[in-house]
């Protein structure tokens, strides 16, 4: 099952890798910049085996600016963000981005040229999230199903906000998990746990 949202992160981290002009079609943004993220990938697997804090650079430059890291953060507190103070909800939206962007590394390098298909397109009009389905194949495994969950921002960008693999959710998975800890120890307990994981995961990378 880890195996399974570790592929899932890591198809994430190659399908808002964007660059250049976003689509304004969801379906067609992800299927477009996973190619050429894909590709990107493979013209720099050199400096990616020679530079251990290349895979960082190469998140947090392409990948974090299409992550609405606020909104997913927001999404995991669910109710519990109304009682925490804002300069401490500033912390955690701050500590949740370098989480990310440690999760996000990691997962990187997973890669092994595994194949992603994507939905075809469906109307979005007037939508202001979306659900994006692919499938994960990789020879001699079962496929693995995942679904993007995009939505647009004040700036009518498309982002990321959260994924679902084999039924699991990011951001429900993460508040199940935030939530007991919020409520014994309070949100400092949260954005020390992503301190120390993030850490820990960076070492892993290296």
């Known amino acids: 099952m880890f195996k399974s949202i570790k ?29 050429a993220t894909f590709a990107k990938m493979k013209q720099n697997q050199t400096l990616i085996k020679s530079d251990p804090d290349a895979l960082s650079k190469i998140v947090e430059q392409q990948l974090l600016p299409h992550v609405d890291h ?21 912390l955690y939206f701050e ?9 996000y590394s990691n997962a990187l390098s997973s890669y092994t040229n595994q194949i992603v298909e994507f939905e075809p397109s469906r109307p979005s009009d007037g939508k202001k999230t979306v659900s994006v389905k692919a499938l994960i194949k990789e020879a ?55 301190r120390e994981t993030s850490t820990k995961q960076s070492k892993a990378v290296k």
């Open 7 to 35: 592929l899932a992160i890591l198809i994430l981290t190659i399908s808002f890798a964007a660059s250049g002009k976003q689509s304004d079609d969801p379906y067609i943004f992800v299927k477009d910049v996973a190619s």
């Open 95 to 103: 500590q949740f981005r370098l989480y990310l962007l440690s999760t």
């Open 140 to 194: 001699g495994k079962p496929d693995i199903s995942i679904t993007f969950q995009v939505r647009r921002n004040k700036e009518n960008q498309w982002k990321a906000f959260d994924l679902t693999a084999e039924g699991i959710s990011m951001v429900q998975s993460k508040r199940a998990e935030f939530a007991p800890m919020i409520r014994q120890k309070g949100i400092d307990s949260v954005i020390d746990f992503m």
């Open 70 to 90: 606020v909104y997913a953060a927001l999404s995991v507190l669910g109710t519990q963000a109304r009682d925490i103070p804002r300069e401490k909800l500033e």
